[in-house]
């Protein structure tokens, strides 16, 4: 995926960003909390595990 486009899905829809990256896991749960309760620590959440290279089937 481009890093432009994810990147932008980062900032705007945290959780859809995350379960891109990583699927249904504890991050995906951990950042739709984070959503919750603050948007913006959603969004660094999101932009850190974007920005990481671990990937699920690499």
């Not at 919750?36 to 290279?53: G, T």
């Amino acid at each position: 995926m481009n890093k432009l486009l994810l990147i932008l899905l980062c900032i705007f829809l945290p959780p859809v960003a995350v379960f891109i990256m990583r699927g249904i896991s504890g991050a995906f749960i951990l950042n739709i909390i984070l959503v919750l309760l603050f948007f913006v620590p959603a969004i660094i959440h999101a932009l850190w595990i974007a920005m990481s290279d671990k990937k699920i089937g690499k």
